[in-house]
């Protein structure tokens, strides 16, 4: 385990803030291409040795802090009976959930034993990675994935989603029990913690939210209390407010939220972000100066003031992110609180 991981889900004052990317694994590097340009998506995602050495690889390189699951979330779909496949314009599913066909879908018992292999994945990266490192795993928000399941994708303005909120809560009846079940049974295969990521969640207003997704949210933090942190894309203030709960691990922010004001707020568990990703594809002079100023509010923080802080990105790496800026941003941090 990485201590300074550690001491950030304790809430813990630290001088130097643990290193974590979101989709820090992934088609921006180098050592994932290689690895993809021999095997599929879903070869890599569903094998664990070679999962666990895509995972493996940021850390070698980068030295981050905590490792991740290689996955995806929207395996339990699969699992639930909706098909999967991985084409070049992204993931694609057999058939899209409607008021008519939802009762197709498999119980969460049916459905648990087709996601075994994600505790394969996280015990075999435990065993590769260096003992000084942490490692996480994740699901989807139940929003994101009933809004994949009916849309396809999170894109677009989800008119049938946000027009058949009646159907969410029955998909929840199977879907929040197969998510309780795979929860277990990553925290079993060696995650220290796992990740909720909402990335649809800032598309319904912060009353509708309030209304239905944390209900939800609420019955899985409190089958694993402390174990689970969460994330959520484009939320606002008035979201994460909605969600808070010292039952959390911790929480992620993205990069439209002041951090140091969330730190100054937060009083438990930890709270990772929030450099805008985008950023990262500066050139590589000016992409120093970038951090320097976005860090300097940090700085003047004490070391109390910065407690539970796991320094990170605002969203996930993005493909075709220069390599060098992300050494540039994990060097500069451990340089600068030192």
Same mark, same amino acid.
């Given at each position: 385990?990485n201590?300074?991981?550690?001491n950030a889900?304790?809430?813990? /004052?630290?001088t130097?803030p643990p290193v974590w990317?979101m989709?820090?694994?992934?088609r921006y590097h180098?050592h #994932?291409?290689? +690895?993809?340009?021999?095997?599929?998506?879903m070869?890599?995602?569903k094998?664990?040795?070679?999962?666990?050495e895509?995972?493996?690889?940021p850390?070698?390189?980068?030295d981050?802090?905590v490792?991740i699951?290689?996955?995806?979330?929207?395996f *339990?779909l699969e699992?639930l009976?909706?098909?999967?496949?991985?084409?070049d314009?992204?993931?694609?599913?057999?058939w899209h959930?409607?008021?008519?066909n939802y009762?197709k879908l498999?119980?969460?018992?049916?459905?648990i034993?087709? +996601?075994? !292999?994600q505790?394969?994945v996280l015990?075999l990266t435990?065993q590769k $990675? *260096?003992?000084d490192k942490?490692?996480?795993g994740f %699901?989807?928000?139940?929003?994101?994935?009933?809004?994949y /399941?009916?849309e396809?994708?999170?894109?677009?303005? +989800?008119?049938?989603?946000?027009?058949?909120?009646?159907?969410?809560s029955?998909f929840?009846e199977?879907?929040?029990?197969? $998510? @309780?079940?795979n929860?277990q049974l990553?925290?079993?295969g060696?995650a220290?913690? &796992?990740?909720i990521?909402d990335?649809?969640a800032g598309?319904? /207003? *912060?009353?509708? #939210?309030k209304?239905?997704?944390?209900?939800?949210?609420?019955?899985?933090?409190n089958r694993?209390?402390?174990?689970? =942190? #969460?994330?959520s894309?484009?939320?606002t203030?008035s979201? &994460?407010q909605?969600v808070?709960?010292?039952v959390?691990? =911790?929480f992620g922010v993205?990069?439209?939220?002041?951090?140091?004001? %969330?730190?100054?707020?937060?009083?438990?568990? !930890? &709270?990772q972000?929030?450099?805008?990703q985008?950023?990262?594809?500066?050139e590589?002079?000016? !992409?120093?100066?970038?951090?320097k100023k976005?860090f300097?509010?940090?700085?003047? $923080?004490?070391? @109390?003031?910065?407690?539970g802080?796991?320094?990170?990105l605002?969203h996930?790496?993005?493909?075709k992110?220069?390599?060098?800026? %992300?050494?540039?941003?994990?060097? #500069? &941090?451990?340089?600068?609180f030192?």
């Amino acid at each position: 385990m990485n201590e300074k991981f550690q001491n950030a889900l304790k809430h813990k /004052a630290q001088t130097t803030p643990p290193v974590w990317f979101m989709r820090q694994a992934g088609r921006y590097h180098q050592h #994932y291409q290689n +690895l993809r340009a021999q095997h599929s998506f879903m070869e890599l995602c569903k094998n664990a040795e070679l999962a666990s050495e895509v995972a493996l690889g940021p850390i070698q390189d980068f030295d981050f802090d905590v490792s991740i699951m290689f996955s995806d979330l929207l395996f *339990p779909l699969e699992a639930l009976g909706m098909g999967l496949e991985y084409t070049d314009k992204g993931p694609k599913l057999g058939w899209h959930l409607n008021t008519e066909n939802y009762k197709k879908l498999k119980t969460a018992s049916e459905a648990i034993d087709d +996601l075994g !292999f994600q505790k394969e994945v996280l015990q075999l990266t435990r065993q590769k $990675l *260096p003992k000084d490192k942490s490692l996480i795993g994740f %699901v989807g928000g139940p929003w994101t994935l009933f809004v994949y /399941a009916c849309e396809g994708s999170h894109a677009g303005h +989800l008119t049938y989603s946000k027009g058949h909120l009646d159907l969410f809560s029955g998909f929840c009846e199977v879907l929040v029990p197969l $998510l @309780e079940q795979n929860i277990q049974l990553q925290l079993e295969g060696g995650a220290e913690v &796992v990740m909720i990521f909402d990335t649809a969640a800032g598309e319904l /207003a *912060p009353d509708i #939210y309030k209304q239905i997704i944390v209900p939800q949210l609420h019955r899985l933090m409190n089958r694993f209390p402390q174990q689970l =942190g #969460y994330y959520s894309k484009g939320t606002t203030e008035s979201h &994460v407010q909605a969600v808070q709960s010292n039952v959390w691990a =911790g929480f992620g922010v993205d990069h439209r939220f002041d951090l140091s004001r %969330v730190l100054s707020t937060s009083s438990s568990g !930890f &709270v990772q972000g929030n450099f805008d990703q985008t950023l990262l594809f500066q050139e590589p002079l000016q !992409f120093k100066e970038t951090i320097k100023k976005y860090f300097e509010k940090f700085e003047k $923080l004490s070391p @109390e003031e910065r407690a539970g802080w796991v320094c990170g990105l605002g969203h996930g790496v993005l493909p075709k992110t220069p390599e060098e800026n %992300v050494r540039s941003f994990v060097k #500069y &941090v451990r340089e600068v609180f030192k």
